[in-house]
Each structure stands twice: as structure tokens, then as C-alpha cells.
């Protein structure tokens, strides 16, 4: 059990760092595989270091789970190449120009070029997940793969509708996020050897982080500063996605300043804080997102009552400490 156990004297980043160096050193590897030509475009694209939470996940949940293994790595870098694919397209989608403070390479090289990038990324990642000898785990990369697709897909395709719901919403963000959130700490128990029930509740921990992340990234879009995150942010409002503190805003809204909002959403008027602000009470439908990011993250928390105690226990539960922090921090 978990309860009651005391934060260890690491991070739970600098208990994985030996770890997520080797994820590392896999990574910029996998540049070698693509022709001389393409090597240059992709080691760009994996030298822009994100905060690695997916490989820190499955790396955690394999020493939390059982013995860590060189599968839990290869996990690690998979998923996170998948990600990185993801982040290469999303910026198409929204006309980012940088992320990690360095320009991207739709930014740098054309939105044609980046498409392809991504789809060479992609591609790659799901070529090594055949690796394992487990076909079912390979099948599981896959359709979380092909969830974080559809999500986005599902997403852009409801950008200015109306009709879009919370539920709509959330469902989206477990595709796009949670997935491969849940893939990290769901399929490294697996790897782990570990039976159904603990498969499961990682999973369940995984997606419910993943979606609480997602909320925290959607408020940030909203209320954020570039200087801080090191990207571009205010995409979301101006490209029409309804995310979480928007639906809010509609929901508490007076009729008269419903309407506003919709005016300006259907046809498609810029929508940035300052307008927000004269509208409506936009905080107070952030600060609901924000409690609903926290309740997941207590779930999220709560998954991991079926685990032995052990510093990396402890490390999957600094990690939801962490998000909690965060949230705290758009308050």
C-alpha cells in the first residue's frame, strides 16, 4: 500500500535520470536509421528536449512494478517519439512558430516538409515496436497510437462548434493525451510481468494524469505567458478549439454574454483574455477547470494503492504532487 509513505529526498526526475539518459542516447540513435539526407531534419526534432514525462513514467512504473528492464527503456523511447511526431503535426495545425524557445520546423522548414517529418517519426516508432515478442504489447502501442490520431483528428474537426459537449471534450483529450499516457504506465506493468488488476490500475493512473495534464495545458493556452513556457500560446482560442475553461464559460454565462461569445466563435473574431475578460467572468471557469484537473489527479493517485512501497511508488506519487503544483500555480 501507499498511504502515508514520505517523499523521497529525489525528484522523481532525478531518481530516473541515469535512466532517462540512456532514453536519451536511444533517441538521437534512432536518427541513424533514416537516410543521410533526412538524418539532419530528425536529429533537430530530437534535440528540442521536452520534459520526457512519458519514458519518466514507464521507467517508474517498471521500478515500481517490478524489476526495471531494458524493455521499460525501449517503452520509454517509443512513446516518446510517437509524442514527438504528435507535437511535429500539431504545430502545423496551429501555425506555431516555436516550441522550447527554438523555432519549429513547420516555422523552419515549411509546413510540407513537417508533415512528412512527422509521418517518417511516426512510422519509425511504431517499426520499433515490433521488437517486442509480445504481439499484444506491440498491438497495444499501436492502438494507443492511433488514439492520440483520432483525438486530434476528432478535435480539429470540432474547432468553432458549438455543439461540442464536456463529455465530447474529455473524450477527445484521453485520445490525444491520455493515451499515451496510460500506455506508459499501463504497459510497462506489463512488461513488468504483473497481473491484470495492476495492469489496469496503472493504465487507469496513467490516462487520468495524462487528461489532468491536459486541462493544466489548456488553461496555460489560455492564461499563460510565452516567456515562461517557451511556446506559443492563445492557439486554441484562435483557432477555434472549445477546451475546458471555454465550455465553462459558456455553461455559467448569461444569456447576453453567451451570445457574445458564440458571435465571436462562429464567426471565427479574435478571442484573446482581454476580450474574454470584458465578457464574462472568465477566472471562475478556469479556476473550475482547474479543480476538475485536481480531482483527477487525486484518482490518479488513489490507482496506486495496489502497488508495494518502494521509492518509485513514492516517485509516481511526487509525480502527481507535481501536476497538483502546477495547477496550483495558474491559480
Not at 22 to 36: A, C, G, L, N, S
Not at 85 to 103: N, Y
Not at 105 to 119: Q, T, Y
Not at 272 to 284: C, F, N, S, T
Amino acid at each position: 500500500m501507499t498511504s502515508n509513505i514520505s517523499s523521497t529526498e529525489k525528484s522523481p526526475f532525478e531518481l530516473v535520470s541515469p535512466h532517462l539518459e540512456k532514453v536519451e542516447t536511444q533517441i538521437r540513435e534512432q536518427v541513424r536509421d533514416f537516410d543521410p539526407g533526412v538524418e539532419p531534419y530528425m536529429t533537430y526534432i530530437c534535440d528540442t528536449n521536452g520534459k520526457r514525462i512519458r519514458p519518466t513514467l514507464a521507467i517508474l512504473t517498471g521500478g515500481a512494478t517490478g524489476e526495471l528492464t531494458q524493455g521499460h527503456i525501449n517503452l520509454g523511447v517509443i512513446l516518446e517519439l510517437v509524442h514527438m511526431a504528435t507535437l511535429v503535426h500539431d504545430d502545423i495545425i496551429d501555425g506555431a512558430s516555436t516550441r522550447r524557445q527554438v523555432p519549429t520546423p513547420n516555422a523552419k522548414w515549411g509546413n510540407g516538409m513537417a508533415v512528412l517529418l512527422g509521418d517518417a517519426l511516426f512510422s519509425h516508432a511504431l517499426k520499433l515496436s515490433t521488437d517486442f515478442n509480445d504481439l499484444e504489447l506491440s498491438r497495444a502501442i499501436s492502438l494507443a497510437s492511433r488514439e492520440v490520431c483520432q483525438g486530434e483528428i476528432l478535435q480539429t474537426q470540432r474547432r468553432f462548434d458549438l455543439t461540442v459537449t464536456k463529455k465530447d471534450y474529455f473524450r477527445m483529450i484521453e485520445m490525444k493525451t491520455g493515451a499515451l499516457f496510460a500506455a506508459a504506465s499501463g504497459l510497462a506493468a506489463r512488461i513488468s510481468g504483473r497481473d491484470e488488476a495492476i495492469c489496469e490500475a496503472m493504465h487507469g493512473y496513467g490516462m487520468k494524469l495524462g487528461t489532468a495534464y491536459q486541462i493544466y495545458d489548456d488553461v496555460v493556452d489560455i492564461i499563460g505567458t510565452e516567456e515562461v513556457t517557451g511556446k506559443t500560446l492563445g492557439t486554441d482560442l484562435e483557432k477555434g478549439k472549445l477546451t475546458l475553461p471555454i465550455l465553462n464559460l459558456l455553461d455559467t454565462a448569461t444569456p447576453k454574454q453567451k451570445e457574445k461569445l458564440t458571435k465571436r466563435i462562429i464567426e471565427q473574431e479574435p478571442l484573446d483574455l482581454h476580450i474574454l475578460g470584458g465578457i464574462a467572468d472568465y477566472e471562475g471557469a478556469v479556476d473550475d477547470a482547474l479543480k476538475t484537473a485536481s480531482q483527477l489527479v487525486a484518482e490518479a493517485r488513489g490507482s496506486l494503492s495496489l502497488l508495494n512501497a518502494s521509492e518509485f511508488t513514492t516517485a509516481l506519487e511526487d509525480i502527481t504532487l507535481y501536476v497538483d503544483q502546477l495547477l496550483k500555480s495558474c491559480r
